[in-house]
T-cell receptor
Framework: KAGVTQTPRYLIKTRGQQVTLSCSPI?????VSWYQQTPGQGLQFLFE???????NKGNFPGRFSGRQFSNSRSEMNVSTLELGDSALYLC?????????????FGSGTQLSVL | GQQVMQIPQYQHVQEGEDFTTYCNSS?????IQWYKQRPGGHPVFLIQ?????EVKKQKRLTFQFGEAKKNSSLHITATQTTDVGTYFC????????FGSGTQLTVLP
């Protein structure tokens, strides 16, 4: 059974640009969550999608957005990139993101903003 | 909102020594999960604790959930170089709030 797949693995952008990251969950998983990981801030929750609907959102500015498709694949978009957006972006999937479910993480997309 | 604090932030141990990381929540947790992230890797689920006072073991790893369900700990006995990584606890909030993690370095 394939794991969670994130593309691209690495990305270099400049300030002001926008970026789209992709996440394919484990087959059968309908929930996809996104996290930002930085050395100083740990894992910060961005948002969670289930059946194409955003169910929860963390405390990030509106420049961060996402969506989920009917096949459960998800994308997140960051517009008007800032230097502080440099981070590892992780997505995680689960069947339905119940509070007792474990998350399966992808390898992440390492975003560098210059 | 819910906050999950984890200490220590860093821990260096000599191979063979024991290691403990502690997790404290500002609110009562229905359950708590632990994840491990190897350097350059992604978080991998280790275990979930649900019951008050619960203790679970995985080989050299012992996980405890406090009686009040507001704190938890992970203890590793006789660390090995394979234990290197960052250990996170995570609360069960809808958005699974992660602790700040404890980065473990094991010196050979």
């Amino acid at each position: 059974k394939a794991g969670v797949t994130q593309t691209p693995r690495y990305l270099i952008k400049t300030r002001g640009q926008q970026v789209t990251l992709s996440c394919s969950p484990i087959s059968g998983h309908r929930s996809v969550s996104w996290y930002q990981q930085t050395p100083g801030q740990g894992l910060q929750f961005l948002f969670e999608y289930f059946s194409e609907t955003q169910r929860n959102k963390g405390n990030f500015p509106g420049r961060f957005s996402g969506r989920q498709f009917s096949n459960s694949r998800s994308e997140m978009n960051v517009s008007t990139l800032e230097l502080g957006d440099s981070a590892l972006y992780l997505c995680a999937s689960s069947f339905q993101h119940a509070t007792n479910e474990k998350l399966f993480f992808g390898s992440g997309t390492q975003l560098s903003v210059l | 909102g819910q906050q999950v604090m984890q200490i220590p932030q860093y821990q260096h141990v000599q191979e063979g020594e024991d290691f403990t990381t502690y997790c404290n929540s500002s609110t009562t947790l229905s359950n708590i999960q632990w994840y491990k992230q190897r350097p350059g890797g992604h978080p991998v689920f280790l275990i979930q604790l649900v019951k008050s006072g619960e203790v679970k073991k995985q080989k050299r790893l012992t996980f405890q959930f406090g009686e009040a369900k507001k704190n938890s700990s992970l203890h590793i006995t006789a660390t090995q170089t394979t234990d290197v990584g960052t250990y996170f606890c995570a609360g069960p909030a809808r958005q699974l709030t992660f602790g700040s993690g404890t980065q473990l370095t094991v010196l050979p």
